[in-house]
């Protein structure tokens, strides 16, 4: 029996907070290279934000949490 391989993509950013635009990209990106998963990985410290002010980590993450959940 052989196993198919499971194909993972992987989005990054700041999520602060998470907005449809990120999630339309998410579902793009899998529909175009025929991804199983697709997983939301929060920044934890956002480079192109260096000086600005953005909701702890763990708000971040819980936000993605709460947004993808559904999907």
Not at 1 to 26: C, E
Not at 45 to 62: F, M, N, S, V
Request: charged content about 25%.
């Amino acid at each position: 029996m052989v196993k198919k391989r499971r194909t993972l993509g992987i989005l990054g950013g700041t999520f602060d907070p998470i907005h449809y635009g990120h999630m339309v990209a998410a579902e793009c990106a899998r529909d175009a290279f025929d991804l199983d998963e697709v997983v939301f990985i929060p920044a934890a410290i956002p480079p192109h934000k260096l000086g600005q002010e953005i909701a702890d980590g763990r708000h971040r993450l819980h936000m993605v949490r709460m947004a993808v959940n559904s999907d």
